[in-house]
């Protein structure tokens, strides 16, 4: 099976503030962090990788690079797809990807990848 290779963390790119949308600060209700990176390849690394959560875009990931993102504790949806306002091949339009999580505090990170296998994006639990 054809897909990317994870990457840690620490060696990653911050995502630029310009492709950082939403949830970056912490606030009455979202006082809980999520670290996502995304992993390395030649696998879609022409492409850019939307991250929603819930309902909100919260950010456009290149190769190799992470966010901390907050949100509210409790359950949620993370969302990932290819960048639908890319050119070409980048903006095709796929069925996103869901990964149902749930937010714990006695977990000292709570870390995410996205990755792609064969040609879809997808969510995955982090190192």
């Known amino acids: 099976m054809i897909q990317t290779t994870a990457m840690s ?17 912490p606030d009455v209700k979202r006082t809980f962090p999520i670290y996502v990176t995304r ?3 030649m696998l879609g690394g022409a492409c850019y990788l939307e991250l929603w959560v819930d309902d909100t875009k919260v950010g456009i990931f290149d190769t190799g690079e992470t ?7 409790g359950n949620h949806t ?6 639908q306002q890319g050119k ?3 903006g095709m339009t796929s069925s996103p990807t869901y990964q149902v999580i ?5 977990r000292p990170k709570n870390a995410y990848r996205l ?6 994006p997808m969510v995955a639990v982090g190192n």
Do not use: H
């Open 88 to 90: 070409g091949l980048c």
């Open 39 to 41: 992993d390395v390849g």
């Open 115 to 120: 990755t792609i296998i064969g040609d879809k």
């Open 9 to 25: 963390a620490r060696d990653a790119a911050p995502v630029p503030k310009e492709r950082l949308v939403e949830y970056q600060e």
């Open 67 to 73: 966010a901390k993102f907050y949100i509210e504790p």
């Open 102 to 106: 749930r937010t714990r505090e006695d």
């Open 78 to 83: 993370l969302e990932v797809n290819w960048d």
